[in-house]
């Protein structure tokens, strides 16, 4: 299961971005070795979409 953190993002973050990258073995587990994930491929290729946490992005 995903962790807290994965499941939310903050905001100004994408969602599927996040969760790919806090979540990534779970995420990509059925891949096998230097296998491109096609969610993430098309997510590249497309953009964010509707996906974007709405608020304003924080910098630290």
Known sequence: ??????LNP???E???CWL???DSRAQHA???PREDCPACVDHMRN??????VPGARRWF
């Open 1 to 6: 299961m995903a962790s807290e953190k994965a």
């Open 10 to 12: 903050p905001p100004g």
């Open 14 to 16: 994408c969602r599927q």
């Open 20 to 22: 790919h990258a806090y």
């Open 30 to 32: 059925h891949l096998g």
């Open 47 to 52: 953009g964010h979409g509707n996906m974007i």
